[in-house]
């Protein structure tokens, strides 16, 4: 049961340009939502986040749009830059109790931004 | 301020052999929490620590795996008895109280021959 599913497993686009990463989930309990980068024989490095009440969250070149009634989250990098090249993760959490610590991931999506 | 810290980085084990894998969490980080992440696979919930307590171990395998954080020192991953399926990458990460964001170690590659 994956719960949460990022369905593009790559995608490339051009240094300067947008880079748009999805995410869907199927657990309306979650209330919390992180994006995470990866780089090879590292650990995930956090990149930005979004409770369940807002639906929308800006970091410098990074934004994250929550959309709650379709159960869809994207992750914008603008713009793009050749270091930006990674393995990047979305993450949900919350069962509604606000107890729990546990995050669920998705699969991946292997962004490579060309010079 | 040093980041989550894990040992060893590659650990190699034949089966049937033990495998203890110790995370440090960030200071000021009371909670810990272990992820496994097979090959070509995203990464997986194992285990919720806080200091003595265990809080969440549903993703724990029922069998050959335990975690611990004692009140003092590192948390430990204790994988008994390995097999080839343990092989994986098991990764650490660390919260402070009531905080959402995890920070994660580099991981440590468990290799079972």
């Known amino acids: 049961d994956q719960q949460v599913k990022q369905n593009s497993p790559s995608l490339s686009v051009q240094e300067g340009r947008i880079s748009i990463l999805n995410c869907d989930y199927t657990?309306?309990?979650?209330?919390?939502f992180l994006w995470y980068k990866k780089y090879p024989a590292e650990g995930p490095t956090f990149l930005i986040s979004?409770?369940?009440?807002?639906d929308k969250n800006e970091d410098g070149r990074f934004t994250v749009f929550l959309n709650k009634s379709a159960k869809h989250l994207s992750l914008h990098i603008v713009p793009s830059q050749p270091g930006d090249s990674a393995v990047y993760f979305c993450?949900?959490?919350?069962?509604?109790?606000?107890?729990?610590?546990?995050?669920?991931f998705g699969q991946g999506t292997t962004l490579q931004v060309k010079p | 301020n040093a980041g989550v810290m894990q040992n060893p980085r590659h650990l190699v084990r034949r089966r049937g052999q033990e495998a203890r894998l110790r995370c440090s969490p960030m200071?000021?980080?009371?909670?810990v929490y272990w992820y496994r992440q097979l090959p070509e696979e995203g990464l997986k919930f194992m285990v919720y620590?806080?200091?003595?307590?265990?809080?969440?171990e549903s993703g724990m395998p029922k069998e050959r795996f335990s975690a611990e954080f004692p009140k003092e020192g590192p948390s430990i991953l204790r994988i008994q008895q390995v097999v080839r399926g343990d092989s994986a990458a098991y990764f650490c990460?660390?919260?402070?109280?009531?905080?959402?964001?995890?920070?994660f170690g580099p991981g440590t590659r468990l290799t079972v021959t």
């Open positions: 993450a949900a959490k919350g069962d509604g109790s606000g107890n729990t610590g546990k995050l669920i």
């Open positions: 657990n309306s309990m979650f209330d919390y």
């Open positions: 200071k000021g980080h009371s909670h």
């Open positions: 979004i409770s369940s009440i807002k």
């Open positions: 990460a660390s919260s402070p109280p009531n905080d959402n964001e995890q920070y």
């Open positions: 620590l806080q200091k003595e307590n265990i809080i969440d």
